[in-house]
């Protein structure tokens, strides 16, 4: 079993919509949890951490299941530029663990 | 500041050729990392370092080898290039540990090993 899994997509969505993304983990010692976006063929940029109590930066909503081992992202009024693939990411074992992404594609 | 930069961004290998890629930064940070990453795939940590003069394995680092001889610089090299190592490579630069500070990415090199 793959440490972080994520579903590879894509969420094909139209502006204005919320999504939302899933992300499970095997390590149940994680303590540390982000989501990174990366545009195609950029290099990936931190989104937000996630905290155990969740967390909300304007329209991204980001919340920790530690009973179920998974991390959640929620956008809300999707816009184009939200087109992008979101890894998600764990702290394990002293190093970043990557999920494989989400692929995003917001349509007008 | 430029950040966090990578040369070169591009290279077509054939088989048993070496190169070396730089990653250099501009924010004084301690710690450094080579990833690559596949399609499907997260990335994967090749080698690390905690401070200028050291460095670590990572989760995939057969077939690379790396110096930080400069705090600004890590170099990533492959002695003799193979084609499973067709990938794209990040460089990412951390002030404190990746599990309390951000890691700001390179803009990463695509290599193509025939």
């Known amino acids: 079993r793959k440490e972080v899994e994520q579903d590879p997509g894509p969420f094909n969505v139209p502006e204005g919509a919320t999504v939302a993304f899933n992300c499970t983990y095997s390590?149940?010692?994680?303590?540390?949890f982000f989501w990174y976006r990366q545009d195609c063929r950029k290099e990936p940029k931190l989104l937000m951490s996630?905290?155990?109590s969740g967390n909300e930066d304007g329209r991204f909503t980001a919340q920790l299941n530690r009973a179920s081992q998974y991390i959640s992202l929620l956008i809300r009024d999707s816009k184009l530029s939200d087109s992008a693939t979101y890894l998600c990411v764990h702290l394990g074992y002293n190093k970043l663990i990557f999920g494989a992404g989400t692929r995003l594609a917001v349509h007008p | 500041n430029a950040g966090v930069t990578q040369t070169p961004k591009f290279r077509v290998l054939k088989t048993g050729q070496s190169m070396t890629l730089l990653c250099a930064q501009d924010?004084?940070?301690?710690?450094m990392y080579w990833y690559r990453q596949d399609p499907g795939m997260g990335l994967r940590l090749i080698h690390y370092?905690?401070?200028?003069?050291?460095?670590a394995k990572g989760e995939v680092p057969d077939g690379y080898n790396v110096s930080r001889l400069k705090k600004q610089n890590f170099l990533l090299g492959l002695e003799s290039a193979a084609p499973s190592q067709t990938s794209v490579y990040f460089c990412?630069?951390?002030?404190?540990?990746?599990?309390?500070?951000?890691?700001?990415f390179g803009p990463g090199t695509r290599l193509t090993v025939l």
């Open positions: 996630v905290y155990s």
């Open positions: 390590n149940s010692a994680s303590q540390s």
């Open positions: 370092s905690v401070g200028e003069g050291t460095t």
């Open positions: 924010m004084n940070h301690e710690y």
């Open positions: 990412a630069s951390s002030y404190e540990r990746e599990d309390s500070d951000t890691q700001y």
